[in-house]
């Protein structure tokens, strides 16, 4: 074989092996997604006494009744209820308020503009927890414990930082020659923002929306700090609580988890597209 040959086959080679490693990669991260999900599934169907004994084969004897029991709950079905009013309110004030600043961030050019927007971005530093203190001396003084509004509203002032930051990229990219159609054509500044710009803007807001959505329904610190009453717990609560209530019987606590997570699973199989979608198309331009 002459050195040509050898020279032309190498870089063939290479990325013949980096595909191969890739593939492992990704074979890897999904396994490890994906058999923790599989294991809790198969658990439940367990008792406790047969996954201590056989705690990776499938079950001997399939044990129903820890998902039965369950779906049969009201306090089940009432935290599924309580986190999905309060995810789809979060969803709604988080975007609402986030599409006119970013809006605002994104069309109009003002002195400090860029100053008030890096404040904006600066939220993203400080992770929830660090405001657990004066968060509930305020909600206590507003007389939002026991409140729904106690969550919303935290939840969506710590959501609209990153909210905001791609809204305003997605409407960054608008051009400006349709604003101005917009505007010779008697349009105001807030007719092109409600009747033009939020419509383009769909997959964007389908993708903050989903942030917002899951965001919220995974949250378990603030539904703990504002919820002492069980008639308003959320799933993450009423997961913790079950834990505490039924702590030996570790079988029926995995059917309860494997059923908290399969409605934000299956929202977000449905959603994948539209929230990779638009992610992907506010990323083309800062």
Known sequence: ???????????????????LSMHAIIWVVGAAI???LLYGLVSGFKDTSELSSNPFGPPRHWVTENYTDLLQSGAFWRQIANSTGIALATALVTVAASAMAAYVF????FRGREVVFTLFTIGLMFPFAVAILPLFIMLRTFGLLENPLGVVLPQAAFGLPMTIIILRGFFRNVPG????????DGCSAFGFFWRILLPMARPALATVTVLAIVTSWNNFFLPLLVFTEPDWWTIPVGVQQFKGQYAEDTARILAYVVLAMAPALAFYTV??????GGLTAGATKG
Do not use: D, K, N, Y
């Open 1 to 19: 074989m002459t050195p040509t040959a050898v020279e032309s086959r190498s870089p063939r080679i290479w990325s013949w092996l980096r595909g």
């Open 34 to 36: 994906v058999v923790p």
């Open 106 to 109: 994104a069309r109009f050019a």
């Open 177 to 184: 020659e349709l604003e101005e159609a917009a505007i010779i």
């Open 271 to 276: 959603a994948e597209r539209q929230l990779i």
